[in-house]
């Protein structure tokens, strides 16, 4: 790894954190240990070879650990690596507060919101045994559509219909969905310009939105007077 040559804290921090994908890889272990392929759903993008490499990056700096479980092998941070909790949290915040609200194209994944949401389900407020099937209907094919699978245990993410009847359909396009979760807009008002349909029964529309806490920066408003520009598309 190439290094700043400076003694300075921040540029030997920088050394580590700054590498590209290395803050969401933290930001994806910070909800807990996981494994390759979980952190691959949460970061769509990323090939598998530099996720290797990174992951074995942050071994070697003993900022994360790899644990061996019933399941498979884990990786979860250290106390070194979660001390990096509050960086990567004002991180999105200056995100969110900075950044424009319109996201561009090429950040709207709905591989990633439908895997985000999935973390954030109220499972005490769902019923029974629940599918939701989300379509996008500006999405490529094989991403356009998407099964919760929504238990008392836990919720999961199916690209196959899990079996069993659906009970809500949700129809969107991914821009709009995205604005919801990260609270630019909200389900009614997203409702009522026909940007986003539920079908299934009335009380089970009705109770959708409760079922899902919003992304954690959801909450989090924008700066008055806020210019900032997103960083250009890398070739």
């Not at 030997?12 to 807990?32: C, H």
């Not at 970061?43 to 530099?50: F, L, Q």
């Not at 950044?99 to 389900?121: N, S």
């Not at 919720?155 to 949700?170: F, K, M, N, S």
Request: glycine share 8%; with cysteine; aromatic share 8%.
């Amino acid at each position: 790894m190439d290094g700043y040559g400076q003694f300075c804290p921040v540029s030997l921090a920088a050394e580590i954190f700054a590498q590209r994908w290395t803050p969401l890889i933290v930001r994806e272990l910070l909800s807990g240990g996981a494994g390759f392929n979980d952190l691959r759903r949460g970061m769509p993008a990323i090939s598998t070879s530099v996720l290797s490499r990174r992951l074995a990056e942050l071994l070697a700096a003993g900022v994360i650990e790899r644990r061996e479980t019933e399941r498979g092998a884990v990786y979860a941070l250290t106390p070194a690596g979660e001390e990096l909790r509050p960086v990567v949290e004002q991180l999105g915040v200056w995100g969110k507060r900075w950044l424009p609200a319109e996201y561009r194209e090429q950040d709207l994944d709905p591989r990633l919101l439908v895997w985000d949401m999935h973390r954030c389900v109220r499972l005490d407020q769902v019923p029974r045994r629940t599918i939701v099937q989300l379509h996008f209907s500006d999405a490529p094919a094989e991403h356009s559509v998407f099964w919760l699978l929504l238990a008392a245990e836990r919720a999961e993410v199916c690209t196959t219909h899990p079996g069993g009847d659906v009970d809500v359909y949700l129809r969107s396009d991914v821009r709009t969905l995205t604005d919801i979760w990260m609270g630019n807009t909200t389900w009614g008002a997203a409702i009522h310009a026909g940007k986003l349909a539920l079908t299934g029964t009335a009380e089970m529309c009705r109770a959708l939105p409760r079922w899902f806490e919003l992304n954690v920066f959801a909450t989090v408003g924008r700066a008055e007077g806020a210019v900032l520009a997103t960083a250009p598309t890398r070739t």
